[in-house]
């Protein structure tokens, strides 16, 4: 408290000149219309700028939780899509999709590989979430791969950029079905092989899902064609795919349930007996 006696005393001059000043420009602005208006402008840009500054960083911080809900909202939208019976015109999905039922459950990627030649994807969600081995993984772009082992609260997926992955696959414009390899190369490249030699096959033609298996619905979106030659044989082609996914930066996927797979595995190994 002596300290701050000390300091009005050795600054007395100089805070009495800080009174009447403030005072003098306070009874200024009352008196002048035009000295107040410019000093409520200045003090609104003052703090508005803070006051945006201040909600900038609270949006940057909160970027996550609004991520977590355009996720949640996404998972919805592409359930009621996947269970649609309309046809549907995107590169995405094209859909005239068979009758099962698909659940959807969204994922982050805590861990993904993409340099080896069997590579995976660790995703944070398991059984505890009723994830089980060879559902299909996807993102808002495309195909991912295939859950192939679960824990409680983890799962790991088989990636499209895996030499031991194979995904039946067509071309969108004709229906020509072929499957969808990996010759472990390039992350952006992946083979589509044995497609007949009678299919008419362009450069920039679409390569989707062929639906002809219980994974994944017909129409999820691959990638494009950029190039394609003849096999040894010359009755099929091997065709080069440009995936819409950038397999390097993958964040939140979405993981796909049939919910008709049981029944259906269950008739196709009763064929088979």
Known sequence: MQQIFNFVIRNKTFLLFLLLFSIALALTIQSHSYHRSKFINSANFLTGGVYGTMNSVDQYFDLKTKNDILAEENQRLREQLLNTNTTIDSTFIDSTYAKEKYRVTVANVYKNSYSSTNNYLTLNKGEN??????FGVITSNGIIGIIDNTSKKYSTALSILNVKSKIN??????NHIGSLTWNGKSPIYVQLEDV?????VKVGDTIQTGGESSIFPKGIGIGIITSFKSDISGDTYTIQVKLFNDMTNIGTVYILENIDRTEISLLEESNNE
């Open 196 to 200: 007949s030699q009678f299919a008419p």
């Open 169 to 174: 696959a067509k071309i969108k414009s004709t």
């Open 129 to 134: 979430d009723s994830i089980k081995r060879d």
